[in-house]
């Protein structure tokens, strides 16, 4: 497959350092923020910091490759074989609060189909990376997703959709069916850190609806190299899918649907 290995390369190197870019603004005074559709869906001038410097870094070295990134949407050459999908920061309200669980999401696509990951939490040191048929690497060590295979055992993560305030289809009904049958039930504010932590065994499943594209594209990449199970779960509600460790992935599948 034509130069994936150095798309490899630049694409570690860019995630680090727009993480870098993040780190430069967490915790600090003054950060300027805007709400997009309402007050829970927000963007700072941290995500348009890292978005300006992976953009500018693919445009300039990959101008004929096809980009999907959050705050900019479509962009580059559509009819590309490769796409890169980005979300820039992921976790921005936990990193507008303070909170170390935010991360760098940078998917590579060849053909529509995710062939490799990388999310990078800077604050927490966690680069997950991952090419499609190699495992998925944590810091350069391979890590695998959990043997879990009963549910009452399993720790799972779910999100929120950011239009709850206006749309009672809010994930609280499969919460309620899940919450009693689970050891624990997470959120942790980041769908691509929670996808990636499937990957790595850290958590056995991660479910939300309303996601987008650049939310999950690398996390998918990490949480299937990683020996999980993913599927989109429903159609009618953005990118809604189920990530999960195989042994409890059948008997949680009707429960968030
Ligand atoms: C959000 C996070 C969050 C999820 C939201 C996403 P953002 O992305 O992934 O965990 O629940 O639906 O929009 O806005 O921080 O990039
Ligand atoms: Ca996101
Ligand atoms: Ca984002």
Redesign the pocket.
Known sequence: MEDLEDIVLDAMTWTRQAGAVLMSYFRKSGLETEAKMNES?IVTAADKASEALLLGNIRSKYPNHAILS?ESGAAGCVSSDWRWVI?P?????NFRAGLPAFCVSVGIEHSGKGVAGFVFAPYLDEFFHAVSGEGVFLNGSPVHCSDTDRLERSVVAT????DRSTNGDDNTAAVLRVLPKVRGLRR?????L?TAYVGAGFLDAHW?I???EW?VAAALVIAGEGGAISTRFRDDRGVSVLTSTPGIFHELLPMVR
């Open positions: 869906d959050e979300d920061l992921d976790g921005t309200t999100g929120f959709p950011v942790l504010g980041s769908a691509a929670e939300e309303a996601l987008h939310d």
